[in-house]
């Protein structure tokens, strides 16, 4: 069985799934806040933010001058026109998410399914700094854990919502010991799942701290590395 865990949401996976023929693959979405059995399927789990904790981030994002996003269940809602539109064009293509912008419509989202919520810096001056006050700020919350999926964001998460939990999870609804799991990651987000695993494969791209932390490393995902590493360690080196 094949199954994809991602920090995009589930309609964005859905699209690239159906697009690559793959119509029955379960989605770990947005971290692990939303899975469902199956491109554009049913949805077995979903974990939210508090509300309450959900606006006081997006009010001390917006405070220091930070680029932020907040997923629901339906919605992916940015912090400006300008980050909307710097990332739009990977969601008009047939998703089925509403896509909006600004602080209105940011705190209005808060108060319906708010799952993941993360916060961005870009090259202008100060805003390394800032974005660092606002990590520190959010890691005395309760009720969250952060991670991050690329050097310049974290991701504010609910407590005990990953992708490692996720995985845990679908490998109990079809009675997959973790020894028969095998994940593959190069970011952050992806190490819960890389050491839950039974084996867990850092991308020959990856992080070194995910290199360093996972129990095999494969190719770069430039060069096929997940089907090398199901060719060589699933399937014992069949070509």
């Not at 870009?122 to 854990?145: D, H, I, S, Y």
């Not at 932390?213 to 060719?231: E, R």
Request: proline residues 3%.
């Amino acid at each position: 069985r094949f199954a994809v865990a991602s920090g995009r949401s589930a309609d964005s996976c859905s699209r690239v799934l159906l697009k690559s023929g793959l119509a029955d693959t379960p989605i770990l979405a947005a971290n692990g806040c939303h899975i469902v059995d199956r491109p554009f399927g049913s949805t077995l789990e979903s974990h939210f933010l508090q509300k309450r904790t959900a606006a006081d981030a997006i009010g001390l994002f917006s405070s220091l001058g930070l680029d932020h996003c907040l997923y629901t269940l339906d919605a992916i809602v940015w912090s400006s026109e300008e980050t909307l539109k710097e990332h739009e064009e990977g969601f008009r293509n047939g998703s089925r998410m509403t896509l909006l912008f600004g602080a209105d419509a940011m705190l209005r989202a808060a108060q319906t399914t708010p799952m993941k919520l993360f916060c961005m810096f870009g090259q202008e001056p100060g805003r390394r700094e800032a974005f660092e006050t606002a990590k520190r700020a959010c890691l005395q919350m309760e009720g969250v854990e952060l991670t991050s999926s690329w050097h310049n964001n974290f991701e504010l998460m609910p407590a005990g919502v990953n992708k490692g939990a996720a995985v845990r999870s679908l490998a109990r609804r079809l009675a997959v010991d973790r020894s028969e799991v095998m994940t593959f990651g190069d970011c952050d987000n992806d190490l819960p799942m890389l050491l839950w695993a039974g084996h867990g494969v850092a991308m020959g791209n990856a992080s070194e701290n995910i290199r360093r932390s996972a129990a095999y490393v494969t190719g770069p995902n430039t060069d096929g590395g997940v089907a090398q590493g199901i060719y060589r360690w699933a399937l014992g080196g069949c070509a």
